[in-house]
């Protein structure tokens, strides 16, 4: 089993994927293999995911489990 990297990089790593698809097609709906990224992360970082349904769904999303990180100490 591989160890999974620092919840702080993985957190960057993903909001730069998700940023990237919001800016080239904001109203998408986000990859099935993102939402499962989205759902493992929050998992390790101890946060309860929030649905999203477009792209910026998930930016919005991907802000709010920052803040929620920087909050508990973690991020």
Known sequence: MTQRPDPRAELRAFAAVVLEMARVDPERRPPQELLRWQRDLAGVLELIPEPV??????VAETVRMHRLTRLQGVA
Not at 53 to 58: E, G, H, K, V
């Open 53 to 58: 349904r477009t792209n910026r769904d998930l």
